[in-house]
């Protein structure tokens, strides 16, 4: 399952200001909104583990990552606040890698689910 943006919120098990979370299957703790206002949203350049160097990331209303679990693996930070991880079949990031021509991290996810896959049938 890939979470981008409002979906990182959703995977995530803790949500800061909020008792409850909604999916819950990161362990995780997000924080919404918390680049700012919907008139605060900016594009960044993203270095992202086993993704790219440089990732044309674009940032609107984002959550970010405030704690993750010892089994989460970080893949990017901004500002050192983490934007994007991994924990399992499941990942997640704070900004919309579908508004960029960049197809990277939605390759990286694809190879996710055939990994996935592969492992059902062993």
């Known amino acids: 399952m890939f979470g981008t943006c409002a979906g990182l919120i959703l995977l995530a098990k803790d949500l800061v200001g909020y008792n409850e979370s909604h999916i819950g299957v990161m ?46 693996e970080i893949l990017s930070k901004h500002n050192d606040r ?3 991880a991994r924990e399992g079949q499941f990942l997640g990031c704070s900004f919309h890698p579908e508004l960029t021509d ?9 190879e996710m689910v055939k990994e996935a896959r592969a492992k059902q049938f062993v």
């Open 27 to 72: 362990d995780i703790k997000v924080e919404r909104n918390s680049f700012g206002r919907q008139v605060d949203s900016f594009e960044a350049d993203l270095a992202i583990k086993d993704v790219a160097e440089s990732f044309p990331a674009v940032f609107i209303r984002a959550p970010h990552i405030v704690e993750a679990g010892e089994n989460v």
């Open 82 to 84: 983490i934007v994007a």
């Open 102 to 110: 960049n197809h990277g991290l939605t390759a990286y996810f694809v």
